[in-house]
């Protein structure tokens, strides 16, 4: 059963750093393109970060995570992060990971690409 489990989600205050992790089973993550969402209160899901299938997927960022957050995956933990710093109130969120094989060398932002989701881990900016 192919499965994504987030976690490291909690409080940090504006400015700081939390680092998210993914952790899949049942498939083997480096031959699924894979990004990062986030859902705020009352707004749509959007797209922070991706990154495409491969030994060496190549990232890709969306505006408001440019120069902030950094998306990583340890193939042999198979496992993907993403590392949050500078973080900002506007940050706050549920953020999913989510997979797709669809996707060959490449990664979008849109959400109905991805077939697989995990269950969210809640983000708070606040101090």
């Known amino acids: 059963q192919l499965q994504l489990v987030e976690s490291g989600g909690g409080l940090v205050q504006p400015g700081g750093s939390l680092r998210l992790s993914c952790a899949a089973s049942?498939?083997?993550?480096?031959?699924?393109?894979i990004g990062w969402f986030r859902q705020a209160p009352g707004k749509e899901r959007e797209g922070v970060s991706c990154?495409?299938?491969?030994?060496?997927?190549?990232?890709n960022y969306a505006d408001s995570a440019k120069g902030r957050f950094t998306m990583s995956r340890d193939n042999a933990k198979n496992t993907v992060y993403l590392q949050m710093n500078s973080t900002k109130p506007e940050d706050t969120a549920v953020y999913y990971c989510?997979?797709?094989?669809?996707?060959?060398?490449?990664?979008?932002?849109?959400?109905?690409?991805?077939?697989?989701w995990g269950q969210g881990t809640q983000v708070t900016v606040s101090s």
């Open positions: 990154i495409s299938s491969g030994r060496r997927g190549s990232t």
């Open positions: 989510a997979a797709t094989r669809r996707l060959i060398g490449l990664c979008v932002f849109s959400a109905g690409e991805y077939d697989y």
């Open positions: 049942g498939f083997t993550l480096d031959y699924y393109a």
